[in-house]
């Protein structure tokens, strides 16, 4: 009888097509998003896979921060939970653990943007109101 060990190895490549230029990409922040804010197939990718029970949280995906909690949820321009102001974007893909509803991640708070390109349906930059606690996003 003999043994042979088996190994696996997957890569992953994050799609940043979103992002207009390397400006800010060194000087991002780390947050914790609320998963229950966002949407699976849309905002983040679930495993499909057996043997790697991660899902993907997607680069790209514009946030905002739950006053409440302290923790970032989906921007939306109509909410009043403080994810009305736009704390930037996620700017790296994250890997999480099944069943996990708080995710670490990076945020890119300044930098240019496609408009067009953002996860999750393009942003209209009009819809961004800037204040003194807003991402300094140029969109293009």
């Known amino acids: 009888m003999s043994i ?4 696996r190895s ?4 994050a799609n940043r097509d979103w992002l207009a230029s390397l400006h800010g990409t060194d000087q991002t922040e780390t947050i914790t998003l609320d998963l229950t804010k966002f949407t699976s197939g849309t905002h983040y990718a679930p495993s499909t896979d057996s043997t790697q029970p ?3 949280f997607l680069s790209g995906v514009p946030v905002g921060r739950i006053t409440a909690s302290g923790l970032y949820g989906l921007w ?6 403080g994810t009305q102001v736009l704390a930037g974007f996620v700017f790296a893909e994250t890997f999480f653990a099944p069943g996990q509803t708080k995710v670490p991640a990076a945020l ?6 496609f408009a067009a390109k953002v ?6 930059p009009a819809d961004v109101v ?3 606690s807003s991402a300094q996003i140029r969109f293009v």
């Not at 996860?119 to 209209?124: L, P």
């Open 4 to 7: 042979q060990p088996v190994s």
């Open 54 to 56: 991660y899902s993907r």
């Open 76 to 81: 939306n321009k109509a909410n009043t939970d």
């Open 119 to 124: 996860t999750g349906g393009a942003i209209v």
């Open 108 to 113: 890119l708070w300044h930098g240019s943007v």
């Open 10 to 13: 997957s890569t992953y490549t």
């Open 130 to 132: 800037p204040s003194s």
